[in-house]
């Protein structure tokens, strides 16, 4: 039996993108593990793996914890597991394992594989920020069997900095959108009304959503600015925000709404299991990020065949330079206001524009990202995994 173990910075990451993959593998005859920081609060976790590991590690990588316990942590666990894999998935959970591995002969240590969900360094960091992280990557690049990149740009920079060799690089489209979960067919016209009803809409009255977690590079403000300035251009104040997910900002942006006067406009929804019956109930969505990898958000929406409004950044900008929504400059809230008002104002031309949404996802569809990941594992390991077929499970 092979053996995977997952590894993140906190567990919620194992939730929010890798419980598909967990399960799949595990169906193919795979010991899927998992180690994160906040594990022991993830009550889904112990159900789609078959062990979960606490680790004592942040998402700061400087902190300097994640070096007196952490890494003694992490490399106590590989040693003992007896893995044949060990997949990372964001940053500083990747220079800590692969720092606890370095000293080992590639011939006696697990292959290590690490997907980068949108690299740290940008084209807008701050520059101490990102001569950190690529620091970090640079420095951790040799001691990787495979790099994934999920988008285009990172794939470039992957190669510009030399942070890995061409043949050590992998390319897939982002980490998977359930087509069929994520479907116009999925939500029925009750589920929508409901939702709307919920959230105190009559039934003309239009919905944009934004689904995010509140973190500062999320710019939830500009959204907020959006709306505000949508008011000032129209000459009317009908339009609602919903916001939807969690974090540490979640109570500024909320004053910040109410420092707007936009308190009777706004729905701070917190974490959401209706994602899609949320999203095909507004008229668009919205998404002012100012870093992203190739983000779920707008994946989902689109395969929802509802267009977005986002900004012109890595992963944004590939996603819907094909047309599927808006793009506009990161900052900039009376473009993204004018967005919203064409929404409004050409609703024929925005519907056509989810529809073709739809088309453009259908690369990112979670089984192609599944079974790319079959033939890297197989390739990895040096043999072919099964097939659910196989198994008898296809």
Request: one cysteine or more.
């Given at each position: 039996m092979p053996k995977v173990l997952f590894l993140a910075n906190i567990a919620r990451f194992f939730t929010d993108f890798l419980l598909p993959f967990a399960d799949h593998f595990r169906a193919l005859g795979?010991?899927?593990?998992?180690?994160?920081?906040?594990?022991?609060?993830?009550?889904?976790?112990?159900?789609?793996?078959?062990?979960?590991?606490?680790?004592?590690?942040?998402?700061?990588?400087?902190?300097?914890?994640?070096?007196?316990?952490?890494?003694?942590?992490?490399?106590?666990?590989?040693?003992?597991?007896?893995?044949?894999?060990?997949?990372?998935?964001?940053?500083?959970?990747?220079?800590?394992?692969?720092?606890?591995?370095?000293?080992?002969?590639p011939q006696r240590r697990p292959k290590i594989i690490y997907t980068v969900h949108g690299y740290h360094f940008h084209k807008r960091g701050h520059p101490l920020k990102n001569l950190v992280f690529l620091g970090i990557e640079k420095l951790a690049g040799p001691w990787t069997d495979y790099l994934v990149v999920i988008n285009r740009e990172d794939e470039q920079a992957t190669l510009r900095y030399n942070i890995v060799p061409q043949n050590r690089l992998r390319y897939m489209p982002g980490i998977g959108v359930d087509l069929a979960h994520y479907s116009p067919s999925s939500v029925s016209p009750q589920?929508?009304?409901?939702?709307?009803?919920?959230?105190?809409?009559?039934?003309?009255?239009?919905?944009?959503?934004?689904?995010?977690?509140?973190?500062?590079?999320?710019?939830?403000?500009?959204?907020?600015?959006?709306?505000?300035?949508?008011?000032?251009?129209?000459?009317?104040?009908?339009?609602?925000?919903?916001?939807a997910g969690v974090g540490r900002l979640m109570e500024e942006v909320r004053r910040q709404a109410q420092a707007l006067g936009l308190e009777p406009q706004v729905r701070m929804l917190g974490w959401r299991r209706d994602v899609p019956t949320l999203v095909r109930a507004a008229c668009a969505t919205l998404l002012p990020s100012e870093r992203e990898g190739l983000p779920r958000a707008v994946l989902e929406s689109l395969a929802l065949e509802v267009p977005v409004i986002g900004c012109n950044i890595r992963g944004v900008q590939e996603l819907l330079e094909g047309g599927g929504g808006l793009l506009v400059e990161v900052g900039d809230v009376e473009a993204m206001a004018q967005g919203m008002q064409w929404i409004l104002e050409h609703p024929q031309e925005a519907a056509q524009m989810g529809q073709t949404g739809r088309q453009r996802v259908a690369a990112y569809d979670l089984k192609n990202i599944?079974?790319?990941?079959?033939?890297?594992?197989?390739?990895?390991?040096?043999?072919?995994a099964p097939t659910l077929s196989q198994v008898g499970l296809g």
């Open positions: 795979w010991q899927v593990d998992a180690a994160a920081a906040e594990m022991t609060g993830c009550t889904e976790c112990p159900l789609h793996f078959d062990r979960t590991f606490d680790l004592e590690w942040s998402r700061n990588p400087l902190d300097t914890q994640n070096f007196l316990r952490g890494l003694h942590q992490v490399r106590s666990l590989i040693a003992e597991g007896g893995y044949d894999l060990i997949h990372i998935h964001t940053p500083v959970s990747a220079f800590l394992a692969r720092l606890a591995l370095r000293g080992i002969p589920q929508i009304t409901a939702i709307r009803s919920e959230l105190g809409l009559s039934p003309e009255q239009p919905l944009f959503v934004m689904i995010a977690e509140y973190d500062p590079e999320k710019r939830h403000r500009d959204a907020l600015q959006a709306l505000a300035r949508l008011n000032q251009r129209t000459g009317r104040n009908d339009a609602v925000l919903a916001l599944i079974r790319l990941h079959e033939m890297l594992y197989s390739e990895a390991i040096g043999k072919a």
